[in-house]
């Protein structure tokens, strides 16, 4: 009998709780830190409570990364067999490297990822990974999966401020130059753990419409799946305009607040993957 792969990752790659469950990830919280305190993600503070909190924050939070030991205890609490770890692009957090350091004591058994991206743009590599192996797959054919859905993978973003980008000193990350910094609604594009500003805007309606048309253009998609901060109607609107260019249902989700604080409110994103060329 072939041992079970086990899935394990953390709680900003934002995969809704049904599928957690589903696919039986272990997901390990990271952590907002508000006035010198640090929060676990959906254990000690939940989304909703952070997000009606964000605008009222004289100092604004601050993002920490959860101790190696708690990557290990979660490697530890799988049955045994092949673990699978996936987490956000190691240029965006620290996330990777503990769960990379708290994988070692248990050898060659946890393949740690590096997803490259962020939010559900993860959660599309742990989602294909999770059915990879509901179909007994094979850790090779596992790890082809993911391989797979992250060579189509495309995470675009509009933030409706720059505020929190520049108070959390993140403002470095993008990779292309913003004109009138703090006025602009920017549309940004996640790849291979690079931030880029591919476009920018005066207006939210303007911007949106552009957002919109940039998704629509990358025509059919297999896998749709849309994120936000503090606004659900404006992730209504974009899951409206688009659904009818997904095969399948799109996810929703309500963005960690580790990603939060950093994009700062009235943010929406999707994660898209297309189909092969």
Not at 37 to 63: C, K, S
Request: aromatic share 4%; glycine share 6%.
């Amino acid at each position: 009998m072939t041992a079970l792969i086990s899935l394990v990752t953390d709680s900003t790659s934002d995969v809704p709780p049904d599928l957690v469950q589903r696919f039986n990830i272990r997901v390990v919280p990271s952590l907002v830190v508000i006035d010198g305190r640090p929060y676990q993600d959906g254990v000690e503070m939940t989304r909703e409570t952070f997000y009606q909190r964000l605008a009222t924050f004289d100092l604004l939070p601050t993002t920490a990364t959860p101790a190696s030991g708690e990557f290990e205890a979660a490697y530890r609490s799988c049955p045994e067999g092949p673990i699978v770890s996936i987490h956000t692009a190691a240029t965006l957090s620290g996330l990777f490297n503990a769960a990379r350091v708290g994988a070692e004591s248990l050898g060659e058994r946890v393949t740690v990822i590096d997803s490259g991206s962020l939010s559900l743009g993860v959660g599309w590599q742990l989602i294909a990974a999770g059915e990879a192996i509901e179909a007994g797959a094979s850790l090779p054919d596992v790890l082809k999966a993911i391989d797979a859905i992250r060579r189509r993978l495309k995470v675009f973003a509009l933030l409706d401020t720059l505020e929190n980008l520049r108070r959390s000193g993140r403002m470095s990350l993008l990779k292309a130059s913003i004109a009138g910094a703090l006025q602009i609604k920017p549309i940004i594009e996640l790849a291979e753990g690079s931030i880029t500003a591919v476009a920018q805007n005066r207006t939210i309606k303007k911007a949106m419409t552009d957002f919109i048309a940039r998704v629509r253009a990358l025509g059919r998609l297999e896998r749709l799946a849309v994120m936000y901060t503090d606004d659900p109607v404006l992730a209504d609107e974009a899951r409206e305009a688009l659904a009818d260019q997904c095969s399948s249902p799109p996810l929703m989700a309500q963005a960690a607040p580790t990603i939060g604080t950093h994009i700062g409110p009235g943010a929406v994103a999707v994660a898209v993957v297309k189909y092969e060329a």
